[in-house]
């Protein structure tokens, strides 16, 4: 069962939940996510981490601004990193750094979070969706090669749920039709195929701090990886302003910086990202293990990659039924994603996919159980038994 590291022992273990929240604790309320349990296990550090830059009064461009770009820049076998206020932002820059213009067209999965899409209409470029492989749900490159037109420049390549895109075959795939490759690893930070980490592919990658991932700000946060330096430089103007390393606007910038105090946080909680990745991994073992005979599917993953289980997801055509059964349960669980992304208003302009697709099969079956370092034994294992219970009783 789900462990915690020595280090975090006096604060928390799997047996119990932090020692101020224990007066409240019921075994069958079973959050989706306790990122405050993180805060809690860390707190001394984070307020030792946030004192320092308080002291300082650096709140903007600080050591840990530039400590943070450096630590992930070699986590990701990147020669360069730049902190910025989004992942949002930082795909929209990435696509502004490849030069992407206003009319081109961007490949991109129709199966993710919106910003994966919003960032090429920012642009005034148009987003061709593919469908994905249902057993895997990430994109479908066969599929992806049909919607190739004169107009397509970029491709944004999606990592979901923790899982990657085999890098070789999407890199392959962008050379040799000479598209700009920005990789949204937003969900995938730790993840890796095949000793390739997430955050190391293609022009630009782009990483996520959300509260929600799984290196998680005290707000928003993101980051644009890549090995140009130019695109390095130029993404350092566009997040203070448009101006260059001379003071000049060269260019309609925006104000995109990351707080001190959130690199400060992350910093701190980078320390101990390890450990986190190897509890998320053993709760998503007691998952595997305790769902392996039911009717059930679970995204398959290649046996050369190693999952970042930003998200423990399982498909069945009986999702709502199985969702409001966990909710009377006390189990929090979220759908990740309700509707293909071509299905949304704002796109409804840029879509020749009227079709039903694997992305809308997907869309009706999948569910996402709570997953998060801090869960405790006795709440995976509720977890468990909870859903064995639905399905025992058909």
């Not at 022009?203 to 998680?216: G, H, I, R, V, W």
């Not at 990745?277 to 053993?282: A, P």
């Not at 208003?345 to 996919?353: E, G, K, N, S, V």
């Amino acid at each position: 069962m789900p462990k915690t590291s020595e280090a975090s022992q006096t604060n928390f273990n799997s047996n119990r939940l932090p020692s101020t929240e224990a007066s409240r604790a019921k075994i069958n309320e079973v959050a989706f996510q306790a990122v405050s349990r993180e805060h809690q296990t860390f707190s001394e550090e984070i307020r030792h981490a946030f004192n320092l830059v308080l002291a300082s009064g650096r709140m903007l461009q600080s050591a840990e601004i530039s400590q943070l770009e450096n630590q992930l820049a070699v986590r990701c076998n990147r020669r360069f990193a730049v902190a910025v206020g989004s992942c949002t932002d930082a795909l929209f820059f990435a696509l502004r750094a490849s030069e992407v213009q206003a009319g081109d067209e961007v490949l991109v999965t129709d199966f993710s979070f919106g910003a994966s899409a919003t960032c090429i209409r920012r642009l005034g470029a148009v987003p061709r969706f593919v469908d994905i492989d249902p057993q895997t749900c990430l994109m479908d490159l066969h599929r992806a090669e049909q919607l190739l037109t004169p107009k397509t420049t970029a491709i944004v390549a999606v990592h979901l749920y923790g899982n990657m895109i085999p890098p070789k075959e999407i890199v392959d795939f962008a050379r040799s039709h000479r598209l700009h490759l920005i990789e949204d690893a937003a969900q995938a930070l730790g993840a890796e195929f095949d000793g390739e980490p997430a955050g190391s592919l293609g022009l630009a990658s782009c990483l996520s701090f959300d509260p929600t991932k799984n290196l998680s700000a005290p707000g928003s946060g993101g980051m644009v990886l890549t090995d140009d330096e130019r695109v390095a430089r130029g993404i350092r103007s566009l997040r203070y302003h448009g101006i260059d390393a001379e003071g000049w606007h060269r260019e309609l910038g925006y104000n995109s910086q990351m707080p001190s105090l959130t690199a400060a946080m992350l910093l701190v909680k980078l320390r101990h990202f390890d450990e986190m990745q190897r509890l998320r991994g053993e709760i998503a073992s007691e998952y595997l293990q305790g769902f392996r005979d039911l009717p059930i599917a679970i995204p398959r993953r290649d046996e050369k990659s190693r999952s970042s289980w930003h998200k423990f997801v399982i498909q069945s055509d009986r999702r709502n039924d199985l969702q409001a059964f966990l909710l009377a349960s006390g189990i929090a669980t979220k759908v990740h994603y309700p509707f293909a992304l071509r299905r949304h208003p704002l796109f409804a302009t840029t879509t020749d996919m009227d079709h039903e697709s694997n992305s809308d099969l997907c869309a009706r079956t999948v569910l996402s159980l709570p997953i998060f370092p801090y869960l405790t034994t006795a709440e995976c294992a509720h977890v468990v038994e909870s859903v064995r219970e639905f399905f025992n009783k058909q």
